[in-house]
């Protein structure tokens, strides 16, 4: 939406899909289990102003989580593990204030999103998140996605850098590539749990959280389309290691235009 110097952009996106496979759940017993293979709801809107030419300022706010329970074995939701995850366990919510400038080039449809003030939260509302299993007993962890065992959530304050690209070619669009590369550093964080520790010299920094997401869209057709999907994830809160997930898929697809 634009009216005058003012624009909104809102997008919703939800992936959800079940898998079926015989799975072997001990005693060299196997049976067909049901797991989910993808899982995803995001919401985001951005209100923005021109400022000066090629630069713009507003907000960001962008909220993720999922639709149901994961686990870290097919076999575990058989067994009566503890899930990994849920709705809103872990649920993300980024906001921020800042400066978006827009490259003036058509051919390098290109976005860079600063922002000085910036808030990443973390929820985890599923109690059975915070619980795993350990020599058949089931216990409760420290810590679920960086939220403490006891707490639902988590704050933390700082900055954020987005760097978007949305290009289409072809005849009628039929290739488009689109990407989104987002840092978050809680520097506010940080020197707030620096200033409280004891001990200076054993102080680790807070390590930026780090999000590549690819997408490729192909229309076969007007109305088949598919789509290759690739992120990268980093986020030492949850796990030391880097994650990766990718996605292949056709489908149907329709364009409303206005007249």
Do not use: C
Not at 40 to 52: A, C, G, H
Not at 214 to 220: E, F, G, Q, R, V
């Amino acid at each position: 939406y634009k009216k005058g110097r003012f624009t909104l952009s809102n997008v919703a996106s939800a992936k959800f899909g079940y898998n079926n496979m015989k799975t072997d759940v001990g005693n060299g017993e196997q049976k067909a289990l049901w797991l989910k293979n993808v899982d995803e709801l995001v919401l985001s809107t951005s209100p923005q102003w021109d400022m000066v030419k090629n630069w713009k300022y507003g907000a960001n706010v962008k909220f993720r989580t999922q639709f149901a329970r994961g686990y870290s074995a097919r076999a575990d939701k058989y067994n009566s593990v503890p899930p990994v995850s849920g709705i809103m366990s872990p649920g993300y919510l980024d906001a921020s204030v800042g400066f978006t400038y827009v490259l003036p080039s058509e051919k390098i449809p290109l976005k860079l999103n600063l922002a000085p003030i910036a808030m990443s939260a973390t929820y985890v509302q599923d109690d059975a998140v915070f619980m795993e299993k350990k020599d058949g007993i089931i216990v409760p962890r420290d810590k679920a996605y960086g939220v403490a065992y006891g707490e639902h959530s988590k704050y933390e304050g700082g900055l954020s850098v987005q760097l978007d690209f949305d290009k289409t070619w072809g005849k009628n669009g039929w290739l488009r590539y689109r990407t989104t590369a987002y840092s978050f550093y809680g520097w506010i964080t940080d020197l707030a749990q620096m200033a409280k520790a004891e001990d200076k010299a054993a102080y680790e920094h807070i390590v930026p959280t780090v999000r590549w997401e690819n997408t490729i869209d192909i229309k076969a057709t007007k109305y088949i389309s598919t789509q290759i999907y690739f992120q990268l994830y980093y986020n030492k809160a949850e796990i030391d290691k880097l994650q990766v997930s990718s996605m292949l898929s056709v489908g149907l697809t329709y364009t409303f235009k206005n007249k």
